[in-house]
């Protein structure tokens, strides 16, 4: 069954006018990372993937990353629209976030503009903020998605959407 959309307002987007297969898209927002005190990533040079029923996933460019506190991890999964992922921890001293993020070595054709670039998990960094503003975490933990002020659901991952 599909779920009510919410109308969005002024300035809002809905995620059920996203499209599927997602899309790729540019964007100059300022984006940070943070966990265990450290800036992790921060720039404004970020790409959206939008997908209908998903708040958008920010891919962030290696070139402004904090390389140091990234280690590889063995978990790999398979996206339909984006291929093969690989998997990063974050690490900060004693501190660990396992699957922090994941990237793309060889995206599919569409998406080679990520190339390289990670997606965290907001649930499992300190913060992540776009303009400065902290987001929420899409709900369910498999998502990545980064829900702000300006998105409006409802968003899969949420109690009943696994057959969305």
């Not at 958008?56 to 070139?63: A, G, K, N, Q, R």
């Not at 369910?140 to 991952?157: C, E």
Request: with cysteine; hydrophobic share 35%; glycine share 10%.
């Amino acid at each position: 069954m599909r779920p009510k959309r919410i109308k969005p307002g002024p300035g809002e987007e809905s995620v059920w006018d996203y499209p599927r297969p997602p899309r790729l898209e540019g964007t100059e927002r300022h984006i940070q990372v943070f966990f265990s005190n450290v800036m992790i990533a921060d720039t404004r040079s970020a790409w959206r993937v939008l997908e209908t029923s998903h708040p958008p996933v920010y891919y962030l460019p290696p070139s402004d990353m904090a390389k140091q506190y990234l280690v590889e991890n063995p978990r790999s999964s398979f996206c339909e629209w984006k291929g093969q992922a690989l998997y990063i921890d974050v690490r900060v001293g004693d501190r660990i976030a396992e699957y922090g993020g994941w990237y793309y070595p060889e995206p599919t054709a569409g998406f080679e503009a990520i190339k390289d670039h990670i997606a965290f998990y907001p649930g499992k960094m300190d913060r992540c903020t776009v303009d400065g503003v902290v987001v929420l975490p899409q709900p369910g933990g498999f998502y990545g998605g980064w829900i702000t002020s300006g998105v409006v659901g409802p968003f899969k991952g949420e109690p009943g959407t696994e057959f969305w």
